[in-house]
């Protein structure tokens, strides 16, 4: 079974690997008080023109979400997110466990705009019971979106510009954040998103790394003892220079850009195959991640060979399904899929 | 200026203030262990037709939802309610600060049905990433609606056997209850309401009290240490026979259904008298709250005399908005209402 | 049986009760918006000698404490108390409910020093492990305390100064407020503590109201956005006059005072009646609360005729008891008590 | 720089590190459902002689701490604790955010007994206020404690004995639970702990792995759901596949076992040295912390050459600190220390 079910299915980029066993019986402090950090962290400052930023490693996504959310907002605000956001669909409620409501709205593409921002925000300013609702206090985006769609430089000004002028908070949560930046429809590079938000994570679970998120904090009202909420919500990993060495590595040369690209690549080869075989696309994905909408017998005789998400179904004939390349993925592999698509 | 702003502008009725000064300089147990609390709890007991029910007094309606989901869920389960139910939209958020996500389901009128929540049930069990996602664990519903709509006896056991067979607990948010026990549009009891739910709360805010709310917990399961969890939530009255008085007063002679007649009557007159005069209802409600659809003109012109709320607007000429009667609602100024919507 | 066991046995004071029914059709805004709130609010802003300050009407005691810890602290934070502070002991856990541990010091008799909380400040800062523990970031004391003690001039303005100079508040429960400042050993005045606290309450609940707890925020920074958290806490009742009424009752020509000075002057003569018996006191107290140490066959023959409260064994013959005196308490029956005693 | 700080500072046994390259490019699913968190689910099982139980791999903790402790309480429950626990010091009131107490019982040397946990649960039901208190549902302990103390078979008994008799759980926190079962002064095996806890979990961040924890739970009632609590509290590892391969590896050939003998036997030769060198012991562990009390200037000379926890001061000359070794020691390092020891 060849497996386009998501981008965790491998371990990690073998430099990582390599550079773990070396380093493996050095003593270090822990914590993320090690020298691999501090190199991990210069990197990813240097990379975001943003010298002053804050950077922290997480273990994962989810607490790298509920940590960050929780800390910018008061007990009675909540998050502005799509409705197809990851902290309002795939979290387990993680948000709503620290007491704040995540405010969905409506998304075709699992994008929002500035202009919905503003509405929902005066919507609750002019209500005259707005005290018996809760208070908007931060936007959250995620780039890519779970829909594999991107946000262009413009729209991210806009909704930065919004959320300053309302003053709520902008946070990008780019658990595949490489994907996003690598793609050939982006115009957005890392400084522009240091630049357009108050605090967004570099996604190294599906970019590479064992596990990892990489949290950049811009904004210097959410620096302040962001150890202590890590710690607090279980996030503090006790060899933090695990995080380090991997986050190293990956910023090391531009090795998390170049990992990122091939998938992207890899995935615009299935998309053109999709289309000349007449799918058609749930959402139009320039990302790691491709949605074809295909009849149901072909999905059942690649199911036979290859491992793939369910979307949704469209009608009795057609479903949308999900294949994800990742750094991970062989050309091979896709070459084979390609085949196999064009022979259904 | 008259007030049909909501149904909460005046004291109490005037028999439970009598009783509070009469009683006013025995000396009593605190905390709802004196013999008032015991009486009146006996009285709901018995007007429910549920001996063995416990009951608890409240002081307000938020507190009463909250301290009654938080106390039914486990932490990754949520609540499912219409999106336009109370716990949704005006509790700042009050579910969510004890960590339990509301499922919002859509709804046009204020109800929910038994198929919606079968499917949203079914829809969570049947995903592959379901331990990703908020499990169902009760249903909300409030009866009347926050539109002033019923559910019927057949709709109330529809709901009920869906949530028996699903495992899942019904709650029935009552804090209009007394009008819509006497709509004469119901076909529901007090003892229909106590079969078919797992919990529930009588009103008595905005039925005739100065404030409280009593809950009636019908499933053992629910039961257990719940004065703790009223305590822990801020909602154990140090005086708690006021509570106790409160109740006394209502659930005798009837008192209770008396006068929440007298309200439901009179909004039946501001009705017909809305029909006749050809304006639209936002909701076919046959409750103490009446929804009609007024041109802008007309709205501003009953302001100036009358105090109602904005619901929404419906266009540029036209919007909804609510009047509502109450326990303490003087019929002349219906008459004088009516007259001057004829007027108009 | 005549109580002594709390001082919140009778209902309110009849001028109260008064109020409440002379206004009682009268129709307001909901939610602590009406002239009534409007009214005792700037009663109590004067009498605090603090116009800008912001006060807020809350139905109980444990509701204000957790809404106003909760709303001061971030999430890794935690509250400085004596250990025998109330939400220490007799809240059912209602601040960690809300995410905050207690930061429990030593107390013999219910109150904490400057130099305590600096050390244990300190002591925080200066582990090397610091961001694994809990910071502390409020001081909460009661005046008077659980014990009947009372903080003199001296050692508040040590607690201020030293608060200010960590960067922590200061909060004082003043559940029993009245009892405290009319205590013939008192040297504070409301004015002093509206001068040396962040925030604190002047409790109702104990001292003649139906219910209540008028909190009054001094520090510009804890006022922002309050109501949202009373909403959120289940604590903004909806016919909110009925605290404005009691509260402006209780602050028109000092009845408050008056009425809490001869709870004292009571209290005052029972012990008096202790200690010419010859009973020892468990604390020293010039407030309400009286702990005398009583042979166990004295405590049994009372009981007979009086209800008073167990506080603690001392040994085998002899046990701590609580007898409270309140704005309600009769004189006829403290001097029947005190017969009682002197024929023991 | 030699390290004795803490059991972390290296990474893992070669052996992990090994399988994590020969596996690496495996695509296997997501979360704990691969074929290697099989694989060592069964492995554990077996070891703890107990088949029927489940077993979870967490990355920390903390993570694993407070997750359980808030699975298995109602929100007005608090977890017992010696006050020297980690949960009720060291995690920066992790368990409070979930809205817990810690119930601190006072301890001596990291331990409790049946027979303080007995008497707290009788004083809280025996309180006439119990409902306004915290109850105690769960008791937690650690093995080894965080002062290197062990519970020997008798004294686990009783507290199960106990907890099973008063309904409370019992929680075992083994973060350093090899060091525990390989003392030549324990006479606990694992089988021993599985049968006599609720729940417990086998560190493995401190025992040879990169991170991880693997929770056991043997009780049913406390298994339902548990991997949507993982996925709340961030616990669940997208590649989860790595927490499986290292404790696979651990529980093969008993490795697990084998290399916290390691840090025993070295642990017990430093013991040796100190006391041979009149040094008296802050505790009197025999697992892979040790607490010598030492002249400060023999601290300071130490410190030159040597990295060491300092623990607590005795008086002005001597101080106590902390001396961990573990799987990674080397030898030649504690021999180093030991000649230097004697030298000074």
Known sequence: MIQFQCDYTEGAHPS????????????????????????????????????????????????????????????????????????????????????????????????????????FYELHWSDADHEHMVQPGMVYISHPTENGTLYSRKELQALKNTCTGLGLFLFLDGARMGYGLMSEASDVSLEDIAELTDVFYIGGTKVGALFGEAVVITNPTLRKDFRYLIKQHGGMLAKGRLLGIQFDTLFEDGLYFEIAKHADDLAMKLKAAFLKKGYKLRYDSYTNQQFPIMPVEHIEKLKEKYSFAFWEAVDKEYSAVRFCTSWATKEEAVEELIRDIEAL
């Open 16 to 119: 990582i690997l390599k550079k773990l066993e070396k380093t493996n019986f050095e003593q270090t402090a822990g914590y993320g008080n090690d020298s691999y950090c501090e190199s991990a962290r210069n990197k990813i400052k240097k990379a975001c023109g943003c010298e002053e930023a804050d950077v922290h490693f997480l273990v994962g996504g989810t607490q790298a979400n509920f940590t960050v959310i929780s800390s910018a907002l008061r007990s009675y605000q909540g998050v502005i997110a799509a409705q197809t956001g990851h902290i309002n669909v795939h979290e387990t409620g993680a948000v709503e466990a620290t007491g704040h409501k995540v405010l969905a709205l409506p998304s075709g593409d699992g994008k929002i705009t500035a202009e919905q921002v503003r509405k």
